[in-house]
């Protein structure tokens, strides 16, 4: 009773609702009337025609039942009068009976009713005993990707969604989800703000800094990280009380930067974790080409190990008989001392300073090309927008406004002797279409691309591309690796690096005995005990409980993990 109460309650309060119902009313009074003034006739006709004497009751009896076509048959007309004005009744409620009341009851009070049921269905507020938990404000494809990740890692969260009716879908499909509007200061009490332990805004730059501010009078001890769509928010979202902001874009177009092998030879930083940095490079023009990693000895030599090789877009484990060839970039891990003696090794070593070509000059592709610049190595940026082309005409060395999929336009970028071109279009498609043609103009060609769904991560990388980052991978791991107070760590769209402690089973056995590859794929890249971290750990070398293991690997590899070992 009172579940229906407070549905009622809900329609009264919507003004569209109630309009609806007033519709509604005036059908029902305009049967009602109709109803009655059948009735009237059916009296006249019978009276003064048939000559026959019947009751009011009697009449709205016989109204009702030609109208719904029920027919008992026990008064009917003999007069040809009588019978054409059964006709019209009958005609008239076939209409009106079994087809407009029908609809409009369903369209003015059962589907909104519906609609009610389904708004009032999603919850209004955190569960009391809930802290220490994350909120973010939007579901989205970023949203998606850090809350696997949360749930990954057992941290709670909750997504403030606006919509009632969008928020009941997304608890049917399994997601923690209030309703509630982030720009609203009741919705964030409803959340428990101030035991929250941080709020992610990912709406629009206008909305993050309004739910900055309103966040800031119901929690002002609240970390808040928010994602920032164009870099003049930076400093606007900072200044409106955010603890971190995060100008997705700009490093979407660094890291896509950092793939590029351009210039002389040198590994480029990818993540860190703790004392070791993860970083790549690339072998073409060195001598470690065609060359197994076992007589590289970089681990002898340097004091780096190989924990796996990119080749095509394809990442595979290292193994001491993998033969390195011109297209494959191997991933190194080692202290930061050990990654800087590397790249005195590789500086000597030219890859091409031929110009690197962009296509699109969006805020990545910009931001790509100024990450370029600041390592001298050469931009051409190809733009099909004339205003666009004419706006960032003093960021790259050149803009080229033309179609990217005109092999003229290519040609006068200089894709011919580019050591790689970076797609940056926000369009998958497109970026998508323009692999596999730069891949037909040039075959040794790197291509870079950035895509917008994971979904589409596979048809890029046989269109050709050597290297993908998602926007939403990069915007979760972001969010995430803030939340975990330790630096970004991006091997690549698809490939996860991630830690996690040492499972109570496999304590006190090898790495070997603890099958962990064998069993889920995973490559066990470092091990964390007694603050001593051993990069590429032997075989032979002992899990102590309480140790951590930094393990690179699939996400699917990563779900076998915890379900093999909780």
Known sequence: MKFLVSQISYLLHQPQLRGNLGRLTKLLV????????????????????????HSWVTGVYWTLTVMSTLGFGDITFASDLGRMFSIAVLLSGIVLLLIVLPFAFIRFFYAPWLEAQVRLR?????????????????????????????????????????????????????????????????????????????????????????????????????EIIALADDDEAIDILRLSGANHVLGL???????????????????????????????????????????????????????????????RGRFEAARPELVLTETMVPVVIGTEERILELNTVLVIYDTNYNPTVIIGGGKVGCAAARALKSRDIAVHVVERDEAVARKISGIPDR????????????????LADAPAV??????????????????????????????????????????????????????????????????????????????????????????????????????????VADGRTVASPPASLPLPAGADLLMVGLHDQRLEFYKTYG
């Open 30 to 53: 305009f049967m009602v009337v109709l109803i009655l003034v059948y009735s009237q006739v059916f009296h006249l006709i019978m009276t003064r025609v048939e000559e026959q004497d």
């Open 122 to 222: 999603a919850p209004r507020q955190v569960p009391p005993a809930v802290s220490g938990h994350v909120l973010v404000c939007r579901y989205d494809t970023i949203a998606h990707d850090l809350i696997e990740r949360l749930r990954l890692a057992r941290v709670p969260h909750f997504v403030l969604e606006a919509d009632p009716t969008r928020a009941a879908e997304l608890q049917v499909d399994g997601v923690p989800v209030v309703a509630g509007d982030p720009e609203s200061s009741e919705a964030w009490t409803a959340v428990r703000a101030r035991e929250a332990r941080a709020v992610v805004a990912n709406l629009s730059d206008a909305s993050n800094t309004n739910i900055t501010l309103t966040i800031r009078q119901v929690a002002p001890e609240l």
């Open 249 to 311: 874009k700009q490093r979407l177009g660094e890291h896509l930067a950092n793939r590029v092998n351009a210039g002389h030879s040198e590994a480029h930083e990818i993540g860190r974790f703790r004392d070791l940095v993860i970083a790549e490079f690339p072998v073409q023009n060195t001598p470690l080409v065609n060359r197994t990693i076992r007589e590289i000895d970089l681990r002898g030599r340097i004091g780096v190990t190989v924990v796996g090789v990119w080749e």
């Open 399 to 414: 803009v080229i406004a033309g179609d990217a999929a005109d092999r003229e336009v290519l040609l006068e970028a200089g």
């Open 422 to 527: 970076l797609l940056t279009t926000n369009d998958d498609s497109i970026n998508i279409y323009l692999a596999v043609y730069c891949r037909r103009l040039k075959p040794d060609l790197r291509i870079i691309s950035r895509i917008t769904h994971e979904r589409n991560l596979e048809a890029i990388h046989r269109a050709g591309a050597d290297f993908v980052l998602s926007y939403a991978a990069l915007g979760a791991e972001s969010a995430f690796s803030v939340l975990q107070g330790r630096g970004v760590m991006m091997l690549g769209c698809g490939i996860e690096v991630f830690h996690s402690p040492v499972p109570a089973e496999l304590a006190g056995k090898t790495l070997r005995e603890s099958a962990i590859g064998a069993s889920t794929g995973l490559s066990v890249i470092a091990v």
